[in-house]
């Protein structure tokens, strides 16, 4: 981009590239999830959402602590790095984006569980009468009728990961291009009394948080009124 | 009516915490790689001399931002001397109160490969990640660099290299072996047996002088000299020493 240096440029594609990705994943997800906890009778059922909410409420450094374990050679995630000879998924762009999509998963999941929840059976029965079957319900008429928790579910998701600090400073080794994104960036200029160039990122996280709530506040109104 | 009674109750309580510090109390922010030896001579100074010494601890960087913002602290140990030079420059610390209190060595450690030939093995190459604390922040994180550059291994190395936020995540990052190896301070292996260490060599780098300052608000204060003054002493060296620092 124009006139701005390598450090902060790098840094917001980074960031982009982690929220796009990171969203894209959790919808594939959480969608299916969303759709079992909306309507499973599962007795198990509340203490899986248990579990997936649970990030909301920890510290990232709880969650960063067990990633840095579980993504090192001790771990699933050396067991993984393995297959392509590396030894620990800490420091590298996957990661990133395992750490995300787990910290981000309940604000994801709940917009999207509500939406199916609200959708209700009766549409679902309707369909089944008309002979679609279960998964052609699924796609066309679950899904488009839920399509603004999805929608709420991806702003959401990609918001926060974008908003993730935490768990991406203590797994991430802050390697320019590849693990700096702008949190852990603004991180490091204000250490290292940059301030400049903290304010010109942290003024843009302002601005795109205030966009992103402010898009969110109207599009749901939108809908509203489009459903009333 | 009850929200202002909460409400004058939480000022009130805002308020004890303001409250000024007992005479015989001094607020200590202590550089993380200081932790261990810091709480030492913080037991025996209450010990010797009957004044406390609270001790915070994080990263030096940190601290003297917090301290140009008015930070409760009145004595400042940092991991570097730019910073405490910095302090008394912009009016935040007593001129002629900064001295060196320890001088950091640095270790290459690993717990995967064999580093007794530091050298060799940082040549060879034989890794895949090398942990060392931010360079730009982090003294250590400079001497490393510097240490790698004196052994012309830098650029080659460079792409393998794992940043920690401070010297104790670049341990970390060693200690579950995320990184094969790293560069850590002397101080931190101190209760570590495992794994292999090199000490670098103290002409591969420039001396990381850890220095001390006596910050304005402490300029009254008698703990807060008191404490300065038993850092200097025998008793506070011997342990400084035997934490794996030099003295100045």
């Known amino acids: ?228 | 009516m009850k929200l202002t009674a909460l409400a004058t109750a939480f000022v009130a309580f805002l308020t004890s915490l303001a409250a000024p510090a007992d005479a015989d109390v001094t607020h200590v922010a202590v550089a993380a790689n200081f932790t261990e030896p810091a709480k030492e001579i913080a037991a025996l100074f209450k010990q010797k001399t009957g004044h406390e010494a609270v001790l915070i601890f994080g990263a030096s960087g940190a601290f003297y931002t917090q301290i140009t913002h008015s930070a409760p602290f009145e004595v400042f140990l940092s991991a570097d001397s730019e910073r405490p030079k910095m302090a008394v420059d912009n009016g935040f610390a007593v001129p002629d109160s900064r001295f060196t209190y320890a001088i950091g060595k640095l270790v290459l450690w690993s717990r995967v490969v064999d580093v007794t030939n530091g050298e060799a093995a940082l040549k060879a190459g034989n890794f895949q990640k090398l942990s060392i604390a931010n360079p730009v922040a982090a003294p250590y994180g400079t001497a490393a660099v510097e240490t790698m550059k004196a052994l012309g291994v830098y650029d080659a190395l460079q792409p393998k290299i794992v940043q920690g936020n401070s010297i104790a995540q670049a341990f970390q990052f060693v200690d579950t072996r995320n990184a094969e190896l790293g560069f850590v301070a002397l101080s931190q292996l101190h209760a570590v047996t495992e794994g292999t260490r090199w000490e670098v060599p103290a002409n591969l780098f420039s001396p990381i002088r850890q220095d001390a300052v006596l910050l304005r608000t402490g300029a009254n204060s008698e703990a807060s000299k008191a404490f300065l003054a038993f850092l200097k002493g025998p008793e506070a060296q011997a342990i400084i020493e035997q934490f794996g620092y030099a003295l100045p």
Request: charged share 10%; net charge positive.
């Open chain 1, 1 to 228: 981009m124009l006139g701005m240096p390598d450090d902060i440029w790098v840094p917001i594609k980074l960031t982009i590239e982690l929220a796009t990705i990171s969203t894209l994943s959790l919808l594939v997800v959480a969608t299916p999830l969303a759709w079992w906890l909306a309507r499973s009778k599962a007795w198990f059922k509340e203490a899986a959402a248990t579990v997936i909410s649970l990030p909301m409420v920890l510290p990232p450094t709880v969650l960063g602590f067990y990633l840095l374990i579980a993504l090192g050679p001790d771990g699933p995630g050396g067991a993984i790095a393995s297959l392509w000879g590396a030894r620990t998924l800490a420091f590298t762009f996957s990661g990133l984006v395992i750490g995300s999509i787990i910290s981000s998963m309940p604000f994801v999941v709940q917009p999207i569980r509500n939406a199916f929840a609200a959708v209700g059976d009766r549409p679902l029965e309707v369909a089944s009468t008309l002979r679609a079957s279960p998964t052609r319900a699924f796609w066309t008429v679950a899904l488009p009728l839920a399509s603004p928790g999805l929608l709420t579910g991806a702003v959401l998701g990609f918001a926060h990961t974008v908003g993730e600090f935490g768990v991406i400073l203590m797994i991430g080794g802050n390697i320019p291009g590849r693990t700096r994104v702008m949190s852990t960036a603004i991180f490091d200029f204000v250490e290292t009394m940059r301030w400049r160039e903290a304010n010109l990122l942290a003024g843009g996280m302002v601005a795109f948080a205030f966009a992103v709530i402010l898009a969110m506040i109207l599009l749901e109104k939108r809908f509203t009124r489009a459903g009333a």
